[in-house]
């Protein structure tokens, strides 16, 4: 058992008791990292004095070593370590000697498990941010190919008022530039190198973290050595953002679960997204968008998983935190794979224009526009609503849309209507008219869709 520790203890751990402890089993994710820290931490100890040249690139050569040999499959990281730092300062020390035994010196595992989990999160917030953006321009390029393609809107589940497919779609495009948003805040706020608070507080060795912190990227460094090795709010920061992105991609989800039914039929799932049945030879389940709905639940309970570990724990570190790493892991990567997979998915959906208008004419959805006509014709409001429902009970008993009711019926119910109804009710000018900003007007829309072709560029 290759430990960093031992001479203050008389007998062996329980193998129990190690293989609890252990962490190398998930903390090998990040040897990277643990290399990338240790050559930053070595080249400042020998520009602070602290090591010598020679002993700096020793170190630093059998760290390049160990990496490439690791990437290479030559190196395999086994439970013969405790964890990834005692694997690569044992593997270090083997190949160089004694100069491998200094790479400690000045820091903690402590200090050093912050950095490398920080440095890991940093860089996968920096992959997640790229399958976001791939995400938003699939569904750029779904908001510019249907600008006139009008659809249902939908309040409580029921049939509302008209818009187009680029707005609806459009609606998911800001809750996912938010979510990019929240990753940038969290990566700025996260930006400062732990390295260097060694245990709890800091060393006697005459440290230079601000340069440790240059080379590894970090705008600074942390500014308490105690809240630096027992803070992990950038952990809870990121599964919450990463919930939010969960929960926006189970809604898109569920919505095309709806529009893939029978009853709907708004799009046609692409084979390589849809799986069939073992029993019923006609089924095509939208099992890809069911699964990433279901792991949203996964990503949640990281969440409060992470928050229950922090919410009891004194500072400063505490062997509890352990327990950030395997939860945090695996959201990463459902994340990441959720986003990849659903981008897949809604790139290669085919939508039925016809179905969806068709709906929304079947749904009433110009009712409110056929009253705003009556208000046009100095009819009051109110007055105005009483007719058009009793307009909409007609057409339900007739089983017919507004569109296709005879104008002598309208007439029976209101004199005011006259021929020009038709027009007033029609999808597109339903849609057409509702210009504001924020609307699903087409000339609103082609402003917005320039707005987003700008943002992807420029993000």
Not at 45 to 52: D, N
């Amino acid at each position: 058992m290759a430990q960093l520790w031992g001479g203050r203890f008389t007998k062996e751990t329980d193998k129990l008791v190690y293989n609890f402890n252990a962490s190398i089993s998930f903390d090998q994710k990040f040897y990277k990292q643990d290399i990338r820290g240790s050559k930053a931490h070595v080249a400042m100890l020998a520009k602070q004095g602290i090591l010598t040249e020679e002993e700096k690139n020793q170190i630093t050569e059998g760290l390049d070593g160990i990496l490439a040999d690791v990437e290479a499959g030559k190196l395999a990281i086994t439970s013969e370590y405790e964890d990834i730092h005692s694997f690569v300062e044992a593997n270090l020390i083997d190949r160089i000697g004694d100069a491998g035994k200094k790479l400690h010196t000045g820091r903690s595992r402590n200090d050093q498990v912050a950095l490398d989990m920080k440095l890991y999160v940093r860089d996968e917030i920096d992959e997640t941010d790229k399958e976001l953006k791939a995400l938003l321009v699939a569904l750029q390029k779904i908001m510019e190919e249907n600008v006139h393609t009008y659809m249902p809107g939908f309040t409580h589940l029921q049939k509302a008022q008209p818009v187009t497919l680029a707005h609806h779609v459009g609606a998911y495009f800001e809750m996912f530039k938010r979510d990019r948003d929240r990753l940038f805040d969290i990566r700025k706020r996260m930006n400062t190198c732990p390295l260097g608070a060694g245990a709890l507080a800091g060393t006697t060795y005459p440290l230079d973290r601000a340069y440790t912190a240059e080379l590894l990227g970090f705008d600074a460094p942390t500014r308490n050595s105690m809240d630096s090795v027992s803070d992990r709010d950038y952990v809870i920061e990121l599964l919450s953002a990463f919930s939010t992105i969960m929960m926006h991609l189970s809604r898109f989800c569920e919505e095309i679960i709806l529009w893939n039914s029978n009853e709907y039929r708004f799009v046609e799932i692409d084979d390589a997204y849809s799986t069939g049945s073992s029993i019923m030879p006609q089924k095509k389940n939208p099992d890809i968008a069911e699964l990433v709905r279901g792991k949203t639940g996964r990503v949640y309970g990281a969440l409060t998983s992470i928050l229950t570990t922090m919410k009891g724990i004194p500072l400063a570190y505490n062997k509890d935190m352990q327990e950030d790493k395997e939860l945090t892991f695996d959201a990463i990567d459902t994340v990441k794979g959720c986003i990849a997979l659903f981008t897949g998915m809604v790139s290669t959906m085919q939508f039925n224009k016809a179905n969806m208008e068709a709906s929304a004419k079947r749904g009433f959805t110009n009712a409110t526009d056929a009253a705003d006509y009556l208000v046009n014709h100095g009819v009051p409001f109110r007055d105005a609503h009483g007719i058009v429902g009793r307009l909409v009970l007609l057409c339900l008993d007739k089983g017919i849309s507004l569109d296709e009711l005879p104008l002598e019926e309208y007439k029976e119910i209101s004199p005011v209507f006259e021929e020009d109804i038709y027009e007033a009710i029609s999808m597109k000018t339903c849609v057409e008219k509702r210009v504001t900003l924020g609307a699903p007007g087409p000339s609103v829309m082609e402003q917005v869709i320039a707005e987003n072709r700008e943002y992807l560029e420029k993000n």
